[in-house]
C-alpha cells in the first residue's frame, strides 16, 4: 500500500552578498570619479587662471579709457608747446593718480601724487603696467602710454588707481565668476559620472549576463553557454563550453571502461560461482564465498566510478522528489507493505538521476526488505540541503552495529538475499555529491536512515 502527503514550503533565498573590493565595476566607477574630479579640476584652474589675466587685461583697458581722455585733453598752445586744457576735477572726487611729460620732463600731475613717476622715455607706442606709492604710501596700479606730438615731443602719459581699489574690483568680479564656475562644473561633473556609471552598467551587463548561465549551468538549467555573447566575451564562452564537453566526454569515456572492465571481470567470476555452486566441500564452499565477495566489490566499485565523474559534472539536475515516489511506489507493491510518503518540499539535487536511483534505491529497499509492516518515506529541506529519510517497523539494528553496516559485504542477517553492498554503496553515492548519510534509532521500531545532499540552485 503507498500513501503520498505533499506540502510545498517555499522560502526567499538568501541574499548573496557581493565583494566591492573585488568588483570590477566599483574600480571603474572610482576610476572614473578619479579622472572626472581630475578633470574638472584642471579644467576649473585653467579657466579660473585665463579668467584672472582677462580681468587684468580689463583693468589695463579701463585704466588705458582714462589715458585716452587725458590724450584728448591734450593741446597746443600758439608756439606748438603741448599743455592739458583740464584737471583733477575732470575726473571726478574719486583719487586719481595720472601724469604728463613731455620728452622726459614733467609737465602736468594730479595732486594726488607726492613726486613725479619716472617714465620710459623713446618707448614709442608702447602701453606699460607700473606700480608706484603715492605721496600717502598707498600703492598704485597705473598704465602709461606714449604719444609722439608734432616738433618732435615724445609725450607720455600715466594713469593709475589705487592698487587696493583696483584688486577689489577684480576680486569682486572673480568671486562671481567662480561662483558661476562652481555652479557649472559641479553639475557636469556630477552629470559625467552618472553617465560613466550608466556606461560602466552597460558594459558590465554581458560579464553578469554570462556569470548568471554559468549559475544556470551549475544548478542545471542550462548545458551550454549561449551564442549571445558580444564578440569580445564570445570566445570565452565557447572556451566554457569547449571545456563542459570535454569534461563530459572524458567522464563518458571512463564509465565506459569501467563498464567494460566490470563486464570483463564479472564473467569469468560468474563462471567460477557457478561452478562452485555445484560442487562439494570446503574449498568450492570458500572459492563461491570469495567469489561473491569480488562480484559485491565490482559492482561497489563501479558504481563508484561511474557516480565520480558525474559529480563533478555541472549540468547535473535532478528532481529528486519524483525518483523517490516512483521508488516508494514501486517497492511497497513487491514486498507487500504499506509505504507513506511525505514529501515537505520537491527539491532538486546536483547529481546524476541514474546515480540518485542507485543510492534511493538500496535504501527503500532495504526499508522494505526489513520491515514488518510498514515503511515512511519523507522528503524535506534543511537550509542549502535536501533531505531524505526512511525508516522501518522492522527489527532495527544495534546503534554498536552502524558502523559494521556500512561497511562493504557485511550482513547482519544472512537470512535475506543480497550480497550486503546496498547501504555501503549508498553512503558511497552520497559522500561523491558531499553529502551525508546517518543511521539512527527509528520512531516505528527499526531502523532509520537520514540522507542529506546538497540542494541544486
Known amino acids: 500500500m503507498f500513501q503520498k502527503n505533499q506540502a510545498v514550503n517555499k522560502s526567499d533565498p538568501s541574499p548573496k552578498v557581493g565583494h566591492v573590493s573585488k568588483s570590477l565595476a566599483a574600480r571603474m566607477s572610482l576610476l572614473s570619479f578619479l579622472w572626472i574630479t581630475l578633470l574638472m579640476s584642471i579644467g576649473g584652474v585653467a579657466i579660473t587662471w585665463a579668467f584672472n589675466r582677462s580681468a587684468e587685461r580689463s583693468l589695463d583697458n579701463q585704466l588705458l579709457a582714462y589715458v585716452d581722455i587725458l590724450i584728448s585733453s591734450t593741446m597746443l598752445d600758439a608756439n606748438g608747446k603741448v599743455y592739458i ?3 583733477d576735477a575732470f575726473f571726478g572726487a574719486i583719487p ?15 595732486s594726488h601724487l607726492k613726486n613725479w613717476i619716472k617714465v620710459k622715455s623713446g618707448a614709442g607706442s608702447e602701453i606699460t603696467r607700473v606700480n608706484v606709492i603715492d605721496k600717502y604710501g598707498t600703492s598704485i596700479t597705473a598704465v602709461e602710454k606714449t604719444i609722439m606730438f608734432p ?9 593709475g588707481m589705487q592698487s587696493a581699489i583696483a584688486q577689489a574690483f577684480m576680486d569682486e568680479d572673480k568671486a562671481i565668476f567662480n561662483k558661476a564656475l562652481v555652479f557649472i562644473l559641479v553639475p557636469v561633473a556630477v552629470l559625467l559620472l552618472i553617465l560613466a556609471f550608466i556606461q560602466i552598467r552597460l558594459q558590465s551587463r554581458p560579464l553578469q549576463e554570462i556569470q ?13 553557454l549561449p551564442d549571445v555573447f558580444p564578440s569580445e566575451i564570445q570566445p570565452l564562452a565557447e572556451h566554457v563550453n569547449t571545456l563542459l564537453d570535454y569534461s563530459e566526454e572524458v567522464v ?19 563462471v567460477i560461482s557457478s ?8 574449498l568450492a564452499l570458500t572459492i563461491k564465498e570469495q567469489a561473491q565477495i569480488m562480484l559485491a566489490l565490482i559492482d561497489r566499485n563501479l558504481a563508484r566510478v561511474k557516480s565520480a565523474g558525474t559529480a563533478n559534472i555541472l549540468t547535473a539536475r535532478t528532481d529528486i522528489a519524483s525518483i523517490v515516489e516512483r521508488i516508494t511506489q514501486g517497492f511497497a507493491k513487491i514486498y507487500d507493505k504499506k509505504a507513506e510518503l511525505v514529501i515537505d518540499d520537491r527539491g532538486f539535487f546536483r547529481g546524476d538521476e541514474g546515480d540518485a536511483y542507485e543510492f534511493l534505491g538500496n535504501i527503500i529497499e532495504n526499508a522494505c526488505k526489513y520491515a514488518k509492516q510498514s515503511v515512511q518515506v519523507r522528503l524535506f529541506s534543511q537550509e542549502d540541503m535536501i533531505c531524505f529519510s526512511c525508516e522501518d517497523d522492522g527489527p532495527g539494528i544495534p546503534q554498536e552495529e552502524y558502523e559494521t553496516v556500512v561497511k562493504r559485504g557485511t550482513r547482519l542477517d544472512e537470512s535475506k538475499p543480497g550480497h550486503g553492498i546496498g547501504l555501503p554503496i549508498a553512503r558511497d553515492l552520497v559522500a561523491l555529491y558531499n553529502g551525508t548519510m546517518t543511521l539512527e534509532p527509528s520512531s516505528l521500531g527499526g531502523l532509520k536512515v537520514v540522507v542529506s545532499l546538497p540542494k541544486a540552485k
Open 275 to 282: 561452478e562452485a555452486a555445484v560442487s562439494h566441500g570446503k
Open 96 to 110: 586719481r593718480y595720472w601724469q604728463v611729460t613731455v620728452n622726459g620732463k614733467p609737465l602736468i600731475k594730479s
Open 212 to 224: 548568471e548561465c554559468l549559475e544556470d549551468i551549475e544548478s542545471g538549467k542550462l548545458s551550454r
Open 151 to 159: 616738433g618732435r615731443q615724445e609725450v607720455v602719459y600715466l594713469f
Open 252 to 270: 563518458e569515456r571512463y564509465r565506459t571502461f569501467a563498464s567494460n572492465m566490470s563486464h570483463a571481470l564479472k564473467t569469468p567470476l560468474t
Open 85 to 87: 586744457h583740464k584737471g
